[in-house]
């Protein structure tokens, strides 16, 4: 008799993406270039490893709402940036340590560190 615990071979080992996907309410929607990012964890700050189809990456977020996101591969062009789960507000937008405007959106290669910084 075979015992099935948290579905199938395959489904018990991707399971554990589910805590990962929880505590930082990562989204990536390529349609409209919208990254959405959060903290869940119960930590004041959270560095979290991010997974997008074109780029993977790091992000550090703290209770602020201040974001550091590093690409390590592939490209990305990021048009929005959605925090959820942190006080936010009006952000400052720099691309490796340059003031950039979001309204045409934001390429980002290996390398490419972006960061919101609140007031």
């Excluded at 929880?22 to 997974?51: C, I, K, Y």
């Excluded at 602020?64 to 062009?77: A, L, Q, S």
């Amino acid at each position: 008799m075979k015992c099935i615990e948290c579905g199938d071979h395959y489904v018990r080992a991707m399971s554990s993406w589910s805590l990962l996907l929880a505590a930082t309410d990562f989204g990536w929607d390529t349609h409209h270039g919208e990254l959405t990012l959060g903290n869940h964890s119960g930590q004041n700050r959270l560095v979290a490893p991010f997974f997008a189809a074109p780029a993977w990456g790091t992000y550090e977020i703290d209770a602020k709402g201040d974001v550091t996101i590093r690409v390590i591969g592939g490209e990305i062009e990021v048009k929005s940036i959605v925090l959820k789960g942190v006080a936010t507000g009006d952000a400052t937008v720099r691309l490796d340590d340059i003031i950039v405007d979001m309204s045409d959106g934001i390429y980002l290669q290996p390398g490419s560190v972006l960061t919101l910084t609140h007031p």
